[in-house]
């Protein structure tokens, strides 16, 4: 079945303490994205992936940082949370880019931070 | 930049027909989704569209004008079930050349009996 996973899905932690949010596809895809969603925002990019090792900032990236060393895989880690990266973070992919119709996300992490 | 506008909520009868639209604004225009979003849930592909025109897929209808930088989503026979954001979203292309996918703040729609 193809999906995106993400975990965790539910975690609160302290502000200042690293955490790693892990995403997996198993389509193949070369694309890859973080967003973070917020009431009144909309789903909003952090950082995106074209492909192994290649990132690039998306809208919101401050206080984020990703890698991608396999294809299958784009961790998002919050090297040291603060309350406001508190949200509901979904992980995406897609084949590449202008090909392709469909965005695949994961079901989503919600994160707080206190 | 991209930029993409739709309304914030709407109220339709079931049973009903409601049209959700979208106007956006973006360099080299690659393609318009459309995505169901229940609460707290992740967002599921309804629509792409890339060429102007009218696509169908049962109940759900989407349309594009890319010389108006316009869309909408029609939903037909509306159900309870369809209480959800709806949410527009736009390929085009970033400052550094690169293909993204922005996505409007979404449309809540309550089906009311």
């Known amino acids: 079945e193809a999906q995106v996973t993400q975990n965790p899905r539910y975690l609160i932690t302290v502000t200042g303490k690293k955490l790693t949010v892990t995403c997996s596809q198993n389509?193949?895809?070369?694309?890859m994205s973080w967003y973070r969603q917020d009431p009144g925002l909309g789903l909003r990019q952090i950082y995106y992936s074209m492909n192994v090792e290649v990132t690039d900032k998306g809208d919101v990236p401050e206080g984020y940082k990703v890698s991608r060393k396999e294809k299958r895989n784009f961790p998002l880690i919050l090297e040291s949370p603060s309350p406001n990266q508190t949200s509901l973070y979904f992980c995406?992919?897609?084949?590449?880019?202008?090909?392709?119709?469909?965005?695949?996300f994961g079901e989503g992490s919600w994160l707080t931070v206190v | 930049g991209q930029n993409i506008d739709q309304p914030t909520e709407m109220t339709a009868t079931e049973g009903a027909i409601v049209q959700i639209n979208c106007t956006y604004q973006?360099?080299?225009?690659?393609?318009l989704f459309w995505y169901q979003q229940h609460a707290g849930e992740a967002p599921t592909f309804l629509s792409y569209n890339v060429l102007d025109g009218l696509e169908e897929k049962g109940r759900f209808s989407s349309f594009l004008s890319r010389s108006k930088g316009y869309s909408y989503l029609l939903l037909k026979e509306l159900q309870m079930k369809d209480s959800a954001s709806y949410l527009c979203?736009?390929?085009?292309?970033?400052?550094?050349?690169?293909?993204?996918?922005?996505f409007g703040t979404g449309t809540k729609l309550q089906v009311i009996p």
């Open positions: 389509m193949n895809h070369e694309y």
């Open positions: 979203a736009v390929r085009g292309m970033n400052s550094g050349g690169y293909q993204k996918v922005t």
């Open positions: 995406a992919s897609s084949p590449k880019t202008g090909f392709g119709n469909t965005i695949y």
């Open positions: 973006t360099s080299g225009f690659n393609g």
